[in-house]
Nanobody, 125 residues
Framework: QAQLVESGGGLVQPGGSLRLSCARSGFPLNHYVIGWFRQAPGKEREGVSCISTLDGSIYYTNSVKGRFTISRDNAKNTVNLQMNSLKPEDTAVYYC??????????????????WGNGTLVTVSS
């Protein structure tokens, strides 16, 4: 059974850093586009970043460019999201997601084939 398991969420002060990890298991194919969505209270789920485990191509939404860095470790079947200079508006539940099609030009909820359960990130003083 395909699973995505997130870890690394928590409470951090504005300007601080967190590192999210997503571990996948039980997937039928070797390569996917893996990434992160987030959903703040009362808002729609939005795509944050994704990476192709096949060729390493990367997508970031504009609001996180220069602050977040996504990376892959294919040997461990994990994808990490390093989040620096965090702002209160980054507060959300962060969901790991996977897409079968190797395309990173868009990263919308309709593109996703698999979802994790989410991990809460709270940025507050």
């Amino acid at each position: 059974q395909a699973q995505l398991v997130e870890s690394g969420g928590g409470l951090v002060q504005p300007g601080g850093s967190l590192r999210l990890s997503c571990a996948r298991s039980g997937f039928p194919l070797n390569h996917y586009v893996i990434g992160w969505f987030r959903q703040a209270p009362g808002k729609e789920r939005e795509g944050v970043s994704c990476i192709s485990t096949l060729d390493g191509s990367i997508y970031y939404t504009n609001s996180v460019k220069g602050r977040f860095t996504i990376s892959r470790d294919n040997a461990k079947n994990t994808v990490n999201l390093q989040m620096n200079s965090l702002k209160p508006e980054d507060t959300a539940v962060y969901y790991c997601a996977a897409r079968i099609v190797n395309y990173i030009g868009t990263w919308n909820t309709g593109d996703v084939n698999y979802w994790g359960n989410g991990t809460l990130v709270t940025v507050s003083s």
